[in-house]
């Protein structure tokens, strides 16, 4: 069993910066694999980045490509989010979740999630 908490989802203007966190209790954090996924209202849940357990696959969405970037941290067992030029459609719940094998981009094979953090940006 893996817990994950997020937090630092606030307010912040367009153009702005966010460090989003995701701290996990449970067996074996570093042999997981970690992605970020976020759902603006009324729209799916959609893949934003991922990372492997060693940190050296780390596929992202096209719309956040260049400006997110997401590091861990195995000694902490933390996952981060950093997001920088944020843009008012980056609006919506952001969730870590995690997998057992290989980094995906697909919400149906991530065993264990978040309850999110809200992440706002004003235009």
């Known amino acids: 069993q893996v817990q994950l908490v997020e937090s630092g989802g606030e307010l912040v203007q367009a153009g702005g910066s966010l460090r989003l966190s995701c701290a996990a209790s449970?067996?074996?954090?570093?042999?997981?694999?970690m992605a970020w996924f976020r759902q603006a209202p009324g729209k799916e849940r959609e893949f934003v980045a991922g990372i492997n357990w060693t940190g050296s696959t780390t596929p992202y969405a096209d719309s956040v490509k260049g400006r997110f970037t997401i590091s861990r941290d195995n000694a902490k067992n933390t996952v981060y989010l950093q997001m920088n030029s944020l843009k008012p459609e980056d609006t919506a719940v952001y969730y870590c979740?995690?997998?057992?094998?290989?980094?995906?981009?697909?919400?149906?094979?991530?065993?264990?999630w978040g309850q999110g953090t809200q992440v706002t940006v004003s235009s």
């Open positions: 449970g067996h074996s954090f570093s042999s997981y694999a």
């Open positions: 979740s995690a997998r057992g094998g290989g980094v995906s981009r697909d919400y149906g094979r991530y065993d264990y």
